[in-house]
């Protein structure tokens, strides 16, 4: 993780799963956005992205390992008419869920 000396990645998405939020409530993931290893703004983008290309109602979830993009997603959720449901820390990166509205 920085923001020089990493390998350029290719974007990665992935469809599918299930999740369970902190009150129990459990949603399918419609889309997976890998941004481990990038930085700002690219993981603002690779959402924006994801979030045009699913239905409304459906939830994405970004990996994300870069804390000011951790802190920069959910602000941005009303700019693309999405709801932050839930930022779940996981032991290497953090699990971010957004239903588009």
Not at 69 to 83: G, R
């Amino acid at each position: 993780m920085g923001l020089f000396g990493t390998k350029k990645k290719t974007e990665e998405t992935t469809s599918g799963g299930t999740a369970r939020l902190s009150d129990g409530t459990e949603i399918r993931i419609a889309r997976q956005v890998d941004c481990l290893g990038v930085s700002c703004p690219r993981p603002q983008l690779m959402t924006k992205k994801a979030i045009n290309e699913i239905a409304v109602g459906e939830v994405i979830e970004v990996l994300a390992d870069n804390p000011s993009s951790v802190e920069a997603l959910p602000p941005m959720c009303d700019e693309l008419d999405a709801t932050h449901l839930e930022t779940i820390k996981a032991p290497n990166c953090w699990r971010i869920y957004i239903r588009k509205d």
